[in-house]
């Protein structure tokens, strides 16, 4: 039977080569039985060995000798709170950065936004890094969407599984980076409210299901 913790390692390790994470930042998990697996606080991803990965049960307790990623409130809340939910990624990729340190939401300026489950990517309330504050603030701009960004921080997916967690956040930080590009040369044209509900019904059948 494959072994989660180190699939989890493997995109752990993707996340830089990827250009959405630099050093020690960021941090990822996948759900495993009653609880979840995730990246330890402050240890280098390619310095991973699957022992060093933290079993957490939704009570907050861990199982490991590792301490788990500061953040593990979010990552605990979506899985808490959503089934659906097999995986969660968190990084601090520089467009996405950039946008959520001016707190803006993400319209749609392009119909990709739809991918996320809406027709905006909200930016969260401010709250302290790896606070109970900012988990409510992430899980409120994350209803009814598979990503946010979090404000002057960084951005946050929560996809079915590992794989789709990262296709994710590399399609966010592509529209965060085209957004901001768009942005220099004036005002995007915002799809409309009927235009998107078009493209998210579209959505529904498109692609492998």
């Known amino acids: 039977m494959p072994d989660l913790r180190l699939d989890l390692i493997a995109t ?3 996340m830089q080569p990827a250009g959405l994470n630099r050093g020690t930042a960021g941090n990822v998990s996948v759900r495993s039985g009653a609880g979840f697996y995730i990246t330890p606080t ?26 788990p990623s500061s953040e593990w409130r979010f990552h605990r809340d979506l899985y808490a709170s959503r089934p659906e939910v097999g995986a969660v990624l968190h990084a ?12 803006y939401d993400i319209p749609a300026f392009h119909y990709m936004i739809a991918r996320f489950g809406g027709d905006s990517i909200r930016c969260a309330d401010y709250a302290i890094f790896g606070s109970p504050e900012l988990s409510t603030a ?19 997916v929560a996809g079915r599984d590992l794989a789709e967690a990262m296709a994710l956040a590399i399609e966010l930080e592509e529209l965060c ?5 768009a942005c220099q040369l004036g005002q995007p044209v915002i ?11 579209k959505f529904a059948g498109y692609g492998q299901q």
């Open 12 to 14: 752990a390790r993707v």
């Open 42 to 67: 402050g240890m280098p991803y390619a310095t991973l060995q699957a022992d060093d990965i933290p079993l957490m049960a939704l009570d907050g307790s861990h199982q490991g000798s590792r301490k």
């Open 92 to 103: 601090h990729s520089p467009f996405a950065v950039s946008l959520a340190c001016l707190r």
């Open 138 to 156: 992430a899980l409120a701009a994350m209803h009814e969407r598979k990503a946010c960004l979090l404000a002057n921080h960084g951005l946050l």
């Open 177 to 181: 980076e085209q957004y901001w590009r």
């Open 191 to 201: 799809l409309s409210a009927d235009e998107m509900t078009a493209v998210l019904a």
